[in-house]
Protein backbone atom coordinates (compact mmCIF):
# COMPACT_ATOMS: atom_id res chain seq x y z
CA UNK A 1 0.00 0.00 0.00
CA UNK A 2 1.41 3.48 -1.16
CA UNK A 3 0.32 6.44 1.42
CA UNK A 4 1.19 9.81 0.30
CA UNK A 5 -0.96 12.17 2.52
CA UNK A 6 0.40 12.21 5.84
CA UNK A 7 -2.53 13.93 6.88
CA UNK A 8 -4.44 10.63 6.46
CA UNK A 9 -1.95 7.75 7.35
CA UNK A 10 -3.74 7.31 11.11
CA UNK A 11 -6.72 6.80 9.38
CA UNK A 12 -5.13 4.87 6.12
CA UNK A 13 -3.65 2.75 9.16
CA UNK A 14 -6.87 1.98 11.01
CA UNK A 15 -8.67 0.87 7.68
CA UNK A 16 -5.61 -1.20 6.93
CA UNK A 17 -5.89 -3.03 10.19
CA UNK A 18 -9.40 -3.43 10.15
CA UNK A 19 -9.05 -4.76 6.71
CA UNK A 20 -6.62 -6.96 7.35
CA UNK A 21 -8.34 -8.79 10.68
CA UNK A 22 -11.77 -8.91 8.72
CA UNK A 23 -10.31 -10.86 6.09
CA UNK A 24 -8.07 -13.00 8.49
CA UNK A 25 -11.02 -14.10 10.19
CA UNK A 26 -13.39 -14.36 7.33
CA UNK A 27 -10.65 -16.12 4.70
CA UNK A 28 -10.45 -19.91 4.11
CA UNK A 29 -7.44 -21.63 3.17
CA UNK A 30 -5.76 -19.24 0.86
CA UNK A 31 -3.80 -21.17 -1.75
CA UNK A 32 0.14 -19.36 -2.30
CA UNK A 33 0.64 -18.31 -5.53
CA UNK A 34 4.20 -18.82 -7.56
CA UNK A 35 4.84 -16.59 -10.39
CA UNK A 36 6.98 -17.73 -13.07
CA UNK A 37 7.43 -15.05 -15.66
CA UNK A 38 3.51 -14.94 -17.22
CA UNK A 39 2.47 -17.83 -15.27
CA UNK A 40 0.99 -17.89 -12.08
CA UNK A 41 0.59 -21.18 -10.07
CA UNK A 42 -1.85 -21.76 -7.37
CA UNK A 43 -3.41 -24.44 -5.37
CA UNK A 44 -0.49 -27.02 -5.68
CA UNK A 45 -1.41 -30.29 -3.80
CA UNK A 46 -1.05 -33.72 -3.94
CA UNK A 47 -2.48 -36.70 -2.02
CA UNK A 48 -1.18 -38.99 0.35
CA UNK A 49 0.21 -42.65 -0.31
CA UNK A 50 -1.27 -45.70 0.77
CA UNK A 51 0.94 -48.08 2.49
CA UNK A 52 3.35 -48.86 -0.09
CA UNK A 53 2.73 -46.94 -3.07
CA UNK A 54 5.06 -46.13 -5.56
CA UNK A 55 3.36 -43.73 -7.05
CA UNK A 56 1.92 -40.16 -6.26
CA UNK A 57 0.26 -37.64 -7.71
CA UNK A 58 0.55 -34.23 -8.20
CA UNK A 59 -2.23 -31.43 -8.85
CA UNK A 60 -2.20 -27.84 -9.54
CA UNK A 61 -4.24 -24.77 -11.46
CA UNK A 62 -1.58 -22.73 -14.07
CA UNK A 63 -2.75 -19.71 -14.98
CA UNK A 64 -1.44 -18.00 -18.09
CA UNK A 65 -1.18 -14.17 -18.18
CA UNK A 66 0.78 -13.39 -20.98
CA UNK A 67 0.20 -13.23 -24.88
CA UNK A 68 1.89 -16.30 -25.48
CA UNK A 69 1.64 -19.87 -25.35
CA UNK A 70 3.74 -21.87 -22.67
CA UNK A 71 3.72 -25.44 -22.18
CA UNK A 72 4.36 -27.09 -19.18
CA UNK A 73 7.00 -30.11 -20.06
CA UNK A 74 7.57 -32.06 -16.87
CA UNK A 75 9.10 -32.08 -13.86
CA UNK A 76 11.41 -33.51 -11.31
CA UNK A 77 11.35 -34.24 -7.41
CA UNK A 78 13.80 -35.26 -4.78
CA UNK A 79 11.33 -37.43 -3.38
CA UNK A 80 10.39 -39.42 -6.76
CA UNK A 81 12.80 -40.80 -9.47
CA UNK A 82 10.78 -39.27 -12.43
CA UNK A 83 7.72 -36.36 -12.59
CA UNK A 84 5.37 -37.11 -15.71
CA UNK A 85 2.69 -34.60 -17.03
CA UNK A 86 0.08 -37.11 -17.82
CA UNK A 87 -4.19 -37.05 -19.03
CA UNK A 88 -6.63 -39.23 -18.03
CA UNK A 89 -9.45 -40.24 -19.77
CA UNK A 90 -12.66 -42.11 -19.67
CA UNK A 91 -12.58 -44.94 -22.71
CA UNK A 92 -15.35 -46.94 -23.45
CA UNK A 93 -16.00 -46.79 -19.89
CA UNK A 94 -12.52 -47.08 -19.03
CA UNK A 95 -10.12 -44.96 -16.81
CA UNK A 96 -7.07 -44.21 -18.77
CA UNK A 97 -4.29 -42.59 -18.81
CA UNK A 98 -1.41 -41.29 -20.80
CA UNK A 99 1.81 -39.28 -20.49
CA UNK A 100 1.80 -36.30 -22.41
CA UNK A 101 4.67 -36.20 -25.03
CA UNK A 102 4.33 -33.14 -26.05
CA UNK A 103 3.69 -31.26 -22.41
CA UNK A 104 0.52 -29.32 -21.84
CA UNK A 105 -0.03 -26.43 -23.70
CA UNK A 106 -1.65 -23.56 -21.51
CA UNK A 107 -2.90 -20.75 -23.91
CA UNK A 108 -2.64 -17.02 -23.30
CA UNK A 109 -5.35 -16.07 -20.87
CA UNK A 110 -6.57 -19.15 -20.13
CA UNK A 111 -6.30 -21.16 -17.02
CA UNK A 112 -5.23 -24.92 -16.54
CA UNK A 113 -6.20 -26.71 -14.32
CA UNK A 114 -4.49 -30.50 -13.23
CA UNK A 115 -7.08 -32.05 -11.41
CA UNK A 116 -8.22 -35.99 -9.75
CA UNK A 117 -9.61 -37.51 -12.88
CA UNK A 118 -7.91 -35.34 -15.67
CA UNK A 119 -4.44 -33.70 -16.28
CA UNK A 120 -2.25 -34.39 -13.52
CA UNK A 121 1.53 -35.00 -12.59
CA UNK A 122 2.22 -38.61 -11.99
CA UNK A 123 5.32 -39.15 -9.59
CA UNK A 124 7.46 -42.47 -10.29
CA UNK A 125 9.30 -44.69 -7.81
CA UNK A 126 9.00 -42.88 -4.74
CA UNK A 127 11.65 -43.32 -2.00
CA UNK A 128 9.10 -42.58 0.45
CA UNK A 129 5.39 -42.94 1.15
CA UNK A 130 3.44 -39.08 0.72
CA UNK A 131 1.95 -38.87 4.36
CA UNK A 132 -0.34 -36.25 4.77
CA UNK A 133 0.41 -32.35 6.29
CA UNK A 134 3.63 -32.95 4.16
CA UNK A 135 5.44 -30.06 2.36
CA UNK A 136 6.58 -31.71 -0.91
CA UNK A 137 8.84 -29.74 -2.90
CA UNK A 138 8.78 -29.78 -6.33
CA UNK A 139 10.48 -28.44 -9.88
CA UNK A 140 7.83 -27.63 -12.85
CA UNK A 141 9.49 -27.17 -16.30
CA UNK A 142 8.23 -25.19 -18.32
CA UNK A 143 9.24 -24.52 -21.98
CA UNK A 144 9.10 -21.05 -22.03
CA UNK A 145 9.20 -19.86 -18.08
CA UNK A 146 11.89 -22.53 -17.35
CA UNK A 147 11.91 -24.11 -13.85
CA UNK A 148 9.86 -23.91 -11.17
CA UNK A 149 9.65 -24.54 -7.48
CA UNK A 150 6.88 -24.81 -6.05
CA UNK A 151 5.42 -27.21 -2.77
CA UNK A 152 2.66 -29.77 -3.15
CA UNK A 153 0.40 -29.76 -0.16
CA UNK A 154 -0.09 -33.49 0.48
CA UNK A 155 -3.82 -33.79 1.35
CA UNK A 156 -5.59 -37.15 2.31
CA UNK A 157 -5.53 -40.61 0.42
CA UNK A 158 -9.16 -39.82 -1.03
CA UNK A 159 -8.85 -35.62 -0.88
CA UNK A 160 -10.72 -34.73 -4.01
CA UNK A 161 -9.56 -31.41 -4.23
CA UNK A 162 -6.90 -28.80 -2.03
CA UNK A 163 -10.27 -27.46 -0.28
CA UNK A 164 -9.76 -30.43 1.99
CA UNK A 165 -6.88 -29.33 3.63
CA UNK A 166 -7.07 -29.79 7.20
CA UNK A 167 -4.25 -26.65 8.31
CA UNK A 168 -4.81 -23.38 7.17
CA UNK A 169 -2.35 -21.24 5.97
CA UNK A 170 1.32 -22.30 6.38
CA UNK A 171 3.68 -20.48 5.22
CA UNK A 172 5.14 -22.53 1.74
CA UNK A 173 8.34 -21.22 0.61
CA UNK A 174 7.77 -21.32 -3.28
CA UNK A 175 10.24 -19.70 -5.50
CA UNK A 176 11.20 -19.34 -8.94
CA UNK A 177 14.85 -20.74 -10.08
CA UNK A 178 16.70 -17.79 -11.89
CA UNK A 179 18.54 -19.61 -14.49
CA UNK A 180 19.41 -22.81 -14.28
CA UNK A 181 18.78 -25.42 -11.22
CA UNK A 182 20.97 -25.06 -8.05
CA UNK A 183 20.76 -27.85 -5.70
CU1 LIG B 1 -0.98 -40.64 -14.42
Redo the contacts with the bound molecule.
Keep these: MQITRPALISMTRAIACATLLSYLLAAPVRAEEVKAGDLVITQAWSRATPGGAKIGSGYLTIENKGSAPDRLIGGSADIADKVQV?E?SMNNGVMT?RPLDKGLTIDPGKTVKLAPGGY?L?LFDLKSPLKQGDKLPLTLEFEKAGKVKLTLDVQGVGAQSPADVGNAGGHMEMKKMPGGMKM
Excluded: D, L, P, V
Design positions: HMMHM
